[in-house]
Structure formats: C-alpha cells, structure tokens
C-alpha cells in the first residue's frame, strides 16, 4: 500500500483545473468559429413584418 499523496491533495488542481477547461472550451470555439461566423452572416429572419394593408394612406 502506498501513503503517497492523493491525487485530489495537490495544491495546484484548483488552479489547474480551472485553466485546462479554459484552454480545452477555447479551443473547440475557435475550431468552429468559420461555422460559427458564416451562420451568423447567412441568419436572415426578419425581425419586424410591416403589414401594408393596415397602414394609414399618405
């Protein structure tokens, strides 16, 4: 049986943890940011649709 120290005992894991999910989330976004950008240019859902019959004539 080994009394060495635990995995969950080092100092660091609080900091390291949190940087290796940054890097690892950071990465992936910026493999799909082409995707990304080019469905933002294509959206093309008009947010207000005027009903001309219903208008007041000029």
Do not use: C
């Amino acid at each position: 049986m080994s009394f060495g120290p635990a995995g969950s005992s080092i100092n660091a894991m609080s900091i390291a943890a949190p940087r290796l999910a940054a890097g690892v989330t950071k990465g992936l976004f910026a493999a799909d940011l082409p995707r990304l950008y080019r469905d933002l240019r294509a959206y093309a859902v008009p947010q207000v649709e005027l009903d001309r019959t219903r208008l007041v004539a000029d």
